[in-house]
């Protein structure tokens, strides 16, 4: 098989197997009512200040529309919490609840002990090549959705 061949492969089985497994790692029983979607909508809203949905959204890249579905869901599960703001009560602000930092917390776990079996037993030489190919590859998948973004843009 060549290079290009094993790599297709590899990056093909990672694409399609990625999400399933992250699902089946962190939607454990505690956890039952929330999807990989939830738990990146968690993750995108973080244990630190309140953040207002547009940034979020962005964060996400999706609509403030597209969000507020996602953001009823949690905040009806208990995993999110809204508050309007002190100064301008138009600007709605959200932090994760007890439960939602419980979720996020365990969510870390699983990306900690991921990165932890990636980089187990590599060289630093390595480490850097990796990080160098997927950043390329992250910069690539960026470019793309861009452009998608600027071709739906235009038929409108």
């Not at 709605?92 to 037993?121: D, P, R, T």
């Amino acid at each position: 098989m060549s290079d290009y061949e094993i790599l297709n492969e590899v990056l093909v089985r990672l694409f399609r197997d990625v999400m399933d497994i992250e699902q089946k790692a962190i939607i454990t029983q505690e956890f039952k009512d929330i999807t990989n979607n939830d738990m990146h909508v968690m993750e995108a809203i973080g244990c630190g200040a309140p953040k207002n949905m547009t940034s979020i959204a962005r964060e996400l890249s999706v609509t403030v529309g597209t969000l507020t579905i996602a953001m009823n869901s949690l905040v009806k599960k208990g995993y999110v919490v809204r508050q309007r703001g002190q100064e301008d009560r138009r600007v709605v602000y959200i932090s994760l609840s007890e439960k939602g930092k419980k979720a996020y917390e365990h969510h870390a776990q699983f990306h900690s002990e991921l990165i932890k079996a990636i980089v187990e037993g590599m060289e630093k030489n390595e480490l850097r090549l990796l990080i160098r190919a997927l950043a390329k590859l992250d910069k690539w998948f960026r470019m793309k959705e861009k452009e998608n973004t600027d071709l739906l843009e235009n038929r409108k």
